[in-house]
């Protein structure tokens, strides 16, 4: 699952100061910390690894989770069983979308709408245009309603699935729809809202909790087949069905400067931890006790961290403390618009 983030578009939250991949521009997303110095971490005494300094720079890169720590947070359509009874047409419309994605895509439609400050409905069009997904062969009709949550990604995908099921003969339209405690009752329902984009680990840890209580063992995982079937068997359970998983991902990642990357020849998470120690991490306050910030970073990864900063959750806190060369290592989201492409 991934940290909380505050579901707010760029212009509302940073303003002018907004960060472009390669010209120093932000995005906002995540719940502010206390700013600061914070304990947690190994020290590096008698550790063989050079202490590696911060390097400051405009561009920021995500290093690969190349050993899985994160669940699985793939972008997948979450439907209304009920209203698609009878309807061969609509969740194939929608996986049609799902192969078009991908993470570095996802990037690329935030930073139009977040940094560029351009409309969701115009980046989303111009997308299904681009992809070829506006003569879909499938045909449908009847009424659509897509729901999003509150923040720009969301409304780009629903308004992404909206123009393809327009394009197919539906009559589709988005609505926005607050956060999950208040959307997916509504998709659950079916009579407000039929269809919306969801996240596969962050929605199977909803459902199980809501379904098998606040201590529940977890279903979500770092395995995308496993993670959807357990999704699947839940979505049952609560009158959902869901289309194919994207391969566009947002979920928990650490990022550093591409200067510091390009400096020290990183590009996973288990290099940074070969070639560096006496690291400087950046994240939300509880990053030092959660299994998939801190903890799991020195346990699976067996990094080392000289010191913790409380920031934000991949928020411009973070983001800016990276920049600036004020920490090493930060937690992001992988799919900021600030983030320069891996391909």
Sequence with gaps: MKFPR???????????AAAVVS?????????PGSAGGGGGGSETGGSSLAACEAVPGDELVVLEDDKQLQTVDNIIPAVNAAAVEGDDTLIPLLDTVSAAL????????????DVDRRTSKEVAEEFVADAGLDDPEQSGSGKVVVGAADFAESATLGTIYATVLNAAGYDAEVTTIGNR???LPALEDGKQVQVIPEYVGTLTEFINKDVNGADAEPVASSDLDATVEGLTGL???VGLVFGQPSPAQDQNAFAVTKAFADEHGLTTLSSLAEACGGLVLGGPPECTERPFCQPGLEETYGLEFAEFRSLDAGGPLTKSALQQGEVTLGLVFSSDGSLTPTS
């Design 6 to 16: 505050t579901h707010v578009s760029l212009p509302r939250a940073l303003g002018a």
């Design 102 to 113: 991908d993470t570095d895509t996802l990037i690329g439609l935030n930073k139009a709408v």
């Design 23 to 31: 010209l120093a521009f932000l995005t906002a997303c995540g719940e």
């Design 235 to 237: 979505g049952e359970e």
């Design 181 to 183: 405690e208040a959307y």
